[in-house]
Each structure stands twice: as structure tokens, then as C-alpha cells.
């Protein structure tokens, strides 16, 4: 099972790539997961994506159509998503009749300084791909609040609960990515 | 009274940036509209800022500082707001303690082909503003559905009951901004 | 397969309740479509729910339960869903580890006279199923705007373009939840 | 300057009527705040509505239409608005032309025992006064999280903290309300 995973944020010490880091490391051995990073991609544009599509979003699409599902950690900035992860959907539902989020199982997450660990940020990411046809598991859900003391110097997740709830919850979108292949 | 205004369309045709070019043209002459292009502002990205804001956005924060409120028209993408404009309040919500969009009074419209105008975009960058502290005029609200059939090839606002409700959004617009300066 | 089908509203000319007899009409007959009627669920009181559910609470989660898979057609109210559609969902969410809701396939629609034909209900309605666990249906989505001009006063639906999206929504959610039985 | 204040829960030991009965406890004392409780009010139906609202209803919008602004405490259930507030909002919205919302400036705060502390519940409530056209304070916010943690067995808030955010929360509510009348 092969999972393209990817974090909504741009900061080298992101919390979310951090999160993306630990989910690789605990997740079932079958699921081989490539994580992709966002560097590169631009705003979305649709002057640009009518000059065919840039080289780094190219990849980005052609990676997803390569994926049997994906797993995408977001930040929460503003009550609401991330721009950063919201423009990578922007760009990867596109063509309407072809695009490669069509059909795609999907298990999000999300860190946060903060308290609410990303509630709002996620709630707006899952309504997207109700837009795009993708499955996103619904349950169980991961918050990864004051994401600050969860993670090492290195940014290895090191609070041992949350590595337990991610194993399992990885577990579970093993389980859920099987039901769409 | 001074009116910042952009959309979050990075489109040479957007019907988005047409859409502030008429609300700039009827709005009551009392009121100083400043287009604003997003052009060139980067995705948000923590590191870049901590270097100090990239000049682009040091020049749209500084706009936004500068104006007596904000005119926002955004495109929804999948079911949400568009990338490009929640980038833009990503920027313009940093630093927290002092943030340009604190205490700004703010409206919010909108253009899509679809029948929906936007309704489910507006709603999530409305959202956003409950965290930055900002003053979003609650109604009347525009949606320009079906916006190919609303404006010209030049991009003009031709629809005449769009151009009526827009002239009375922006009297309403000019009495929201002034009960906050 | 059998199928629980209910509109979020208590008006006896419902447009939702005239658009889930539509769908019944419409689904192909191996779909075995029961319509439940909200009216005497109370509103949600852990006080009343802990002296046991109520008797039209009870035959509801029961329906649930012995259902395959749900059908709701919800209005929208002030830019969110209907409190009829919500408290029908908080009720049959408890208990949290044994809710009937718990892995159920759901399709989602939904009616109004305006032109946002209840988008913005939609999302909210859809929001609480990531909580319960339930599988809804991502595509296709119908957005029954304009609802005063596609029922005649029978409450039939006469449009015929509605119809045949319908029926494939119906062919489409007979598919959606195949998949989880 | 009259409050009406209401918590969308019909509980006794409500987390959120607790809530309301420490704000009233800790507003600056020019706030006159009247407490009312929405046990009786049934779900909203417009077909009871046309034969005249029913009298618990009737008692409510009056008691709006006499207020300066709104405070509200709403539980969240399943990432969402609890039915039982979003019900209130649905009769009061109501007519249209002549609702009793309009134009009323609105607090909103929310506890649960959770660590989210209903965020996803209070954006649903607030994106509901959008269309209202009602004045909801942006900032500040109160998520009490850990509900049980923070009121002692006769429902008084004891946590210190949350009693030093709730009177500052209050102070400006009293500004923001002075805003509008």
C-alpha cells in the first residue's frame, strides 16, 4: 500500500512535518509511505495551470495519482486550515473530470501549539474533499495539542501517548485505504 | 475614509478582480478605494517571516495598517476559500500581539460560476476574522452566481441588479466602517 | 439493502420531506427505503436521555440500527443546518462508544427556495458524521435551489432535470454503500 | 445596558448554564443580565409558527427585542453547534423583514469537557449571525476545556484562572455592546 504523505506547512522545524515523521515510523510495515514536501509549489493560478502545469505541482499530481490513499497533517492558523495545505488541494483538484484527489482515501491530522490541536483547521480540510470525491477517514481523529512539548529538539515525537494513538490510528487508515483499493 | 481592497484570485480575468474594479466604481465617492494585488506575495511560511517580512507582504500589511477597513472578494475553491486569499489574512494576522488586521472592519463578497456564489468560501474567510480580531459586516452579503453571464469581455459589471445590490453594499460598507473609526 | 430516510423538518409541506419521496420514487427497487417522520423527538436533554430515550428517541435509533445505510435531506437555516437535521443526529450520536450512527453510510441532500440551495447546511450537517464516525458520500451532491419552482403543490417533484440527477444520486448511494456492507 | 443570556443546553447541571450564571457573577455591575432558560421552547416548526409563535417562543424574542445584546454559552456536539442553541437562533431569526436578532450585538463562549472546549461548536453559532445580521464580539474568546475541572458540585466556576478571563471577557463585552446602542 503505497501512502503519499505531506505536511501543510513550510517551516523547516514544522510541527507537522514532525507529526508526518512519526506517522512513517509508526505506521503498519505494509504501508509504504513517501513523504512529499511542498517547497515549490505556488500560489494557485489558473493563468499559470493553463500553461500546463509547473514542474513541482506536476509532481505533486503525478504522486497523488500514484498513491493508493494520503495522509496529510495540517496546521491550523485563524480558526481555519492552513493556506499552505489548502493551496495544495487547490492545485491537486484540478482537472474537474480528472483530477487526481478523485476517489482517494485520505486520513488527516494536525498539530497545534494551542489547545485545540488543529479542531478547526481540520474541520475545514475534510470539507474540502467532499468537493474533490475523496474518502476521508472519519474516525478515530488525532489533535495534537500543545504540540510544543510532545516533540524533541530533533522533532521526534516523544510523548508516549500520542505515539500510541498514532500507531493506532495508522492502523486504522491501513484499514481504510484497503476498503477503496 | 480609506478602503483597502484585493481579491484572492491571482487570475488576469478573475471575475473576483473584477468584481472590486465595479465595487471601486459604485461605491459613494466618500470613499478611497485602493486596489490591492496579491501578485508576488509568497505562501506563508514562518522561517521567511522570521527574516523579516518579504517586501511584498511588509507593503500589503503596511496597506492594510494604512486603510479605515478592507474590501475582500473571494473565489470559493472545493467547497472553501481559496488558497490565495487565506494566504493573504495568514500574512496579514502575524504578528499576533499587533497584527495589521486587528480591529479592522471588513467586507466580505464574492463571484463563482456556480450557483452558489461563493456562499461556502465567504463563509470560511468570515471565520477567519473571529480570530484576528476583525469587524466582518454581518449583511447584506453578495454572491455573484453565474459570473460569466454578470460581466463583460472587458470585465465590466454589466448585470444591473448586480451593480444595484453592489451600489447598496457599499453604502452599507461606507456605515459599517465608520461606526468603528 | 434498507435505507432510513428522513427530511430535518417538522413542516407538513416540506420541501425536504417532498425530496426524500422523491428519492424513494426514484432509487432503483433494490433499494428498500423506509421514511421516518422527526416529529416528537424531543429536543436533546442528557437529563431525559439518562431516564432512558424517549419512545419516538428509541424507535429512531432503533431504525438506525436496523438500517444499512441513511438518506437526509436537510434545509438550511441562517447559513448552518437546520436544528431539526442537527438534533436528530445529537440524539442518535449516544451512547459514544455504541451509537447507532457508528460506520453507517450516508447520503446527504438537501432543499431551498434560494440559490445556495442549502450548501452551507450541507457542510455543517456533514461536519457532525466525522464525529460519529459515518460514512457519508462525497459526490454527487444535490442542491435543490429554487425548491418553489421544481415541486407542484402536491409536493412532486416535476423538474425534470432534477429528477435525473436524482436518480443517479440514488444509483450513486445505492453504490456508496455497497461498499460498507 | 440590559443582557439577555441564555446557555443551549436543557441540563440542570449544565456545564454551560454554570458558565452563564458566573458571567452574570463577574460582568462589570452597569451589565443587567437576565438569565433565560429555553426549556420549553419545541423545535422549530413553521407550521406552529404561522398559527402565532407558541408562547415560550413569544417570551423569548420578547425578551430579545427588550435586550441590548445576547450572551450565549453553547455546548458543542459532534465538531458541531448542540441543536438546542442553533433551535433558539432558528425561531429568533424569524421573520426575516423583522427578526429580533437584528442588529444585536452577541457574546459567545462555551465549555466542554473535552480539550477542544467547544471551539467547532462556537464557529458554527457565529457563522449563523452572519446571516442574522447580528454583531458577534470577534475577540476575546473563552473555550473552557476540562469543564468538570473547573466548576465545583453546586455548578460554581472555582477554577481562578477562568474566573480572571471570564471578568476581562465580560469588560469587553460591555465595550462592545456600547458600541451598538
Not at 11 to 29: C, T, V
Not at 99 to 111: C, D, F, H, R, S
Not at 141 to 164: C, S
Request: some cysteine.
Amino acid at each position: 500500500m503505497k501512502i503519499l504523505a505531506f505536511a501543510g506547512s513550510l517551516r523547516k522545524d514544522s510541527y507537522n512535518k514532525a507529526l508526518i515523521r512519526a506517522a512513517k515510523e509508526l505506521a503498519p510495515s505494509i504501508m509504504d509511505i513517501q513523504i512529499f514536501d511542498l517547497e515549490g509549489i505556488p500560489l494557485y493560478n489558473a493563468d499559470l495551470e493553463a500553461e500546463g502545469d509547473p514542474e513541482q505541482v506536476a509532481g505533486f499530481k503525478n504522486a497523488i495519482r500514484q498513491a493508493d490513499g494520503l495522509l496529510i497533517a495540517t496546521p491550523e492558523y485563524n480558526h481555519g486550515v492552513a493556506a499552505v495545505s489548502k493551496n495544495a488541494i487547490d492545485w491537486a483538484s484540478r482537472p474537474p473530470k480528472n483530477a487526481p484527489l478523485n476517489q482517494k482515501p485520505i486520513g488527516i491530522l494536525g498539530a497545534s501549539p494551542g489547545l485545540t490541536g488543529s479542531a478547526r483547521g481540520q474541520s475545514q480540510l475534510r470539507q474540502a474533499f467532499g468537493f474533490t470525491n475523496s474518502y476521508c477517514m472519519p474516525q478515530p481523529e488525532i489533535l495534537v495539542y500543545r504540540a510544543h512539548q510532545k516533540f524533541d529538539e530533533t522533532g521526534k515525537l516523544t510523548d508516549e501517548n500520542t505515539r500510541i494513538y498514532l500507531s493506532r490510528y495508522m492502523e486504522a487508515l491501513y484499514e481504510w485505504v484497503n476498503r477503496f483499493i
